[in-house]
């Protein structure tokens, strides 16, 4: 059972570039969310989906899409990358919802935009 | 808007000893969840405890230990006769309970490192 996995682990991308943060859960996880976290900012929830087609924005959604076409896969999409995203993404799931189960979380892809 | 505040940074004590994390929340809800997780230094995020609002019951699991306080509005993490594996990252958390697809959000505070002395 791998739960969630979060490909790639580590990227270094230059200002203006597009790339995708892969997040796949095979725990048939009906929620999925993705977080960054800072150096003293904790982590902030950039995106959620409650079950595939729905995605809605959390706390910092600009400068991210994202999409929910199966239950497993719940891709980050940024469209046009800046130093400000610099930041470790967090990909996490849960049977139902944040309130309902704990989050299971991936292990995480460091980002660097140069 | 909800909020967690961990107000200690770092701390850092010598194995063996006792070492409490505050967590401090802020909602408005009456029914709302509360979350503790342990980033180690591998750095995926570990879950430890959830409680919800209407159960004050403090509890204990192993050398961790929690403390539930509705009148301070604090959700506090004991570790018990501390250990080297207990060094990491510390997160409180806030789930405030909605109507119809459940809770979908987590508020985190900002975490406590916690480092253990050998």
């Known amino acids: 059972n791998a739960g969630v996995t979060q490909t790639p682990k580590f990227q270094v991308l230059k200002t203006g570039q597009s790339m995708t943060l892969q997040c796949a859960q095979d725990m048939n996880h009906e929620y999925m969310s993705w977080y960054r976290q800072d150096p003293g900012m904790g982590l902030r929830l950039i995106h959620y989906?409650?079950?595939?087609?729905?995605?809605d924005q959390g706390e910092v959604p600009n400068g991210y899409n994202v999409s929910r076409s199966t239950t497993e896969d719940f891709p980050l999409r940024l469209l046009s990358a800046a130093p400000s995203q610099t930041s470790v993404y967090f990909c996490?799931?849960?049977?139902?919802?944040?309130?309902?189960?704990?989050?299971?979380f991936g292990s995480g892809t460091q980002l660097s935009v140069l | 808007a909800q909020k967690v505040t961990q107000a200690q940074t770092e701390i850092s004590v010598v194995e063996k000893e006792d070492v409490t994390l505050d967590c401090v929340y802020e909602t408005r809800d009456t029914t709302y969840y509360l979350f503790w997780y342990k980033q180690p230094p591998s750095g995926e995020l570990v879950f430890l405890i959830r409680?919800?609002?209407?159960?004050?019951q403090n509890e204990i699991s192993g050398r961790y230990s929690w403390n539930f306080q509705k009148s301070t509005s604090s959700f506090n993490f004991t570790i018990t006769a501390s250990q080297v594996v207990d060094s990491a990252v510390y997160f409180c958390a806030l789930s405030e309970a909605k109507s119809n697809f459940g809770n979908e959000k987590l508020t985190f505070g900002t975490g406590t490192r916690l480092t253990i002395i050998p």
């Open positions: 996490a799931s849960s049977l139902e919802g944040a309130t309902n189960e704990k989050l299971f």
């Open positions: 409680r919800n609002s209407f159960d004050e």
């Open positions: 989906s409650v079950g595939a087609g729905i995605t």
